[in-house]
């Protein structure tokens, strides 16, 4: 059983269009994150969701549009995608205790915008 | 923005050598923690140190913490090709409403020589 999955894995899609990336945790974590990992391979925090709720947003722009039906989903929507937004897009979770926020992965989600 | 940063940037040894990498953070911290991320793949954990110890091991990895100066080491004994990879340091901390937030360093690509 996949810890953290999130889908789909590669994605393609032309400027301007929307686009959405679901991910989904089995672990009972409260607390779920969605990062984004640059050609260079920097790894930004984008959002933390803490039992459906939102609690850290690292000045995405607004056209990034996390949406949590429960605390084990946590799906990430784009809108009016640009090409700068082309990287690789990971999903985690942790347990959100302050002396134990070991976080598991998924697998990543590259999306290419052409 | 980004917390930690790790040095070397890049790191090529021979197998059956040592590897050390070094990360520095900014902020206080509840804890750190290494990751390593495949090509191509997801973040895996390695290994959390919280603030108030100073040395963690587990099996070849040993993780050190000063707090006063805000840094932190990964170090690699008798390497494998396996260990070929990128390493991130973490730091997690607590913030609104008891969230945590895992913040990541911009990582050591790890080259191991045959």
């Known amino acids: 059983d996949t810890a953290v999955s999130q889908t789909p894995k590669y994605l393609v899609t032309q400027m301007g269009n929307d686009k959405s990336i679901k991910c989904e945790q089995n672990?009972?974590?409260?607390?779920m994150y969605w990062y984004k990992q640059d050609s260079k391979k920097f790894l930004k925090i984008m959002f933390s969701?803490?039992?459906?709720?939102?609690?850290i947003n690292e000045t995405v722009p607004n056209r990034f549009s996390p949406k949590s039906p429960d605390k084990a989903h946590l799906n990430l929507h784009i809108n009016s995608l640009e090409l700068g937004d082309s990287a690789v897009y990971f999903c985690?979770?942790?347990?959100?205790?302050?002396?134990?926020?070991?976080?598991?992965f998924g697998q990543g989600t590259r999306l290419t915008v052409v | 923005s980004q917390q930690g940063e790790e040095d070397p940037q890049a790191l090529s040894i021979q197998e059956g050598e040592n590897a050390t990498m070094n990360c520095s953070y900014k902020?206080?911290?509840?804890?750190l923690q290494w990751y390593r991320q495949n090509s191509g793949r997801g973040l895996v954990h390695l290994i959390l140190?919280?603030?108030?110890?100073r040395e963690k091991h587990s099996g070849r990895l040993r993780v050190t913490l000063d707090t006063s100066k805000k840094s932190s080491s990964l170090l690699i004994t008798a390497s494998r090709a396996a260990d070929t990879a990128s390493y991130f340091c973490?730091?997690?901390?607590?913030?609104?409403?008891?969230?945590?937030?895992?913040?990541f360093g911009s990582g050591t690509r790890l080259s191991i020589r045959p």
């Open positions: 985690a979770s942790s347990t959100g205790g302050t002396m134990n926020t070991e976080a598991f």
């Open positions: 672990l009972g974590h409260d607390t």
């Open positions: 969701y803490n039992n459906k709720e939102l609690i």
């Open positions: 902020t206080s911290i509840n804890n």
């Open positions: 140190i919280r603030s108030n110890e």
């Open positions: 973490a730091t997690g901390s607590a913030g609104y409403s008891s969230a945590s937030k895992i913040i």
